[in-house]
C-alpha cells in the first residue's frame, strides 16, 4: 500500500501540485523508529493536496466523491483505496456549537497552506507530514508562550490536543473518546492540560451519537494497554454519561474490579 501511495503522490507532484503523506502512517512511522523498532504495520495511508477536489478526479479516474464537502475524494489506484483531502479550515460557529445539543458541523473553506491545515486537526500526533522522498515535516506552533512540536510529542509520547483543549473538544466531542483510544493503542500518556479539559467537558459526550462510538470503542478494547485506559476513564467519570438521551455508558463496568 505504501508503495502505490508513494506513485500517487509522484503523479500529484508532476501536475505541480503539494502532496504529502499525513497522519496515521507518519505516526506509525515515527512510533516505530522511537519505540517499536518497526513493529506496528502501516495499515492505511491518508493524503493532503492543494490540489482542489475536481484536479484530483481529473488526474485519478477511478474515484469516488466522498465527504465532498469536506473535500475530500476517494480514490483508487493500484488495487488500493486512498483518501486524498485538499487543504482546508474548518470554520465553526462557535455560539452555535455551545447552544446546540447535537454535534454542529464546521464550514469548510480551501486553506492555502499546509500549516493552516494541520491546525484545525485534532492532536498533535497526527499532524505530522512526509513528503514523498520520505522527509518528515514536523508541525510546531506556539501556545501559552511554548513551542510545542508535534514530533516531539510522538518522541515522548504525548497525546496533546493542537491549540486549545477546551475549543477543540467543543468542536467535536468524540475527539474526547479518540483521545483515549490513543492511550490505549498507543499506551502514549495524554497532556495535562489536555485531560483535565477532557474531564471537565466530558458531558459534551452526550452529544455523540452512539453510533459514532462503537468504531472508537472497538479499537479502545483492542488496544495493548486497555486496562489503564478504561481505569482512567471510570475514575473520570466518562462511564457516567448519558448515550442518546437513555442511558450511561457501559453502565457495568463500575462493578468490575480493577
Known amino acids: 500500500m505504501v508503495e502505490e501511495a508513494k506513485v500517487v503522490l509522484q503523479l500529484l507532484n508532476k501536475r505541480g501540485f503539494e502532496a504529502f503523506y499525513i497522519g496515521g502512517k507518519c505516526r506509525t512511522d515515527l512510533d516505530n523508529l522511537y519505540h517499536r523498532n518497526g513493529k506496528r504495520p502501516i495499515r492505511d495511508v491518508d493524503i493532503v493536496t492543494n490540489a482542489t477536489p475536481d484536479e484530483i478526479k481529473k488526474i485519478f479516474p477511478q474515484h469516488k466523491e466522498q465527504c465532498i464537502a469536506f473535500s475530500v475524494v476517494v480514490i483508487k489506484f493500484a488495487e488500493c483505496s486512498f483518501e486524498i483531502a485538499t487543504y482546508r479550515k474548518d470554520n465553526y460557529d462557535m455560539d452555535k456549537v455551545k447552544r446546540s445539543s447535537k454535534i454542529v458541523k464546521p464550514t469548510v473553506v480551501v486553506a492555502g497552506t499546509l500549516d493552516e491545515d494541520r491546525a484545525r486537526r485534532d492532536f498533535t500526533i497526527n499532524t505530522v507530514a512526509q513528503d514523498v522522498a520520505g522527509k518528515y515535516i514536523d508541525y510546531t506552533y506556539s501556545y501559552k508562550n511554548k513551542t510545542i512540536s508535534a514530533m516531539n510529542d510522538i518522541n515522548k509520547k ?67 494497554n486497555v486496562k489503564e485506559t478504561l481505569l482512567l476513564m471510570r475514575k473520570s467519570g466518562i462511564f457516567d454519561i448519558i448515550i442518546d438521551g437513555n442511558e450511561p455508558f457501559l453502565p457495568s463496568i463500575k462493578s468490575i474490579n480493577d
Open 158 to 224: 504525548i497525546i496533546r490536543c493542537v491549540g486549545n483543549p477546551t475549543v477543540r473538544f467543543e468542536e467535536d466531542p468524540l475527539r474526547i473518546m479518540r483521545m483515549f483510544r490513543f492511550m490505549s493503542t498507543l499506551g502514549y500518556e495524554i497532556e495535562k492540560q489536555t485531560l483535565k479539559s477532557a474531564i471537565s467537558n466530558k458531558n459534551l459526550l452526550e452529544k455523540v451519537p452512539s453510533s459514532r462510538f462503537a468504531p472508537e470503542m472497538n479499537k479502545l478494547i483492542a488496544g495493548e
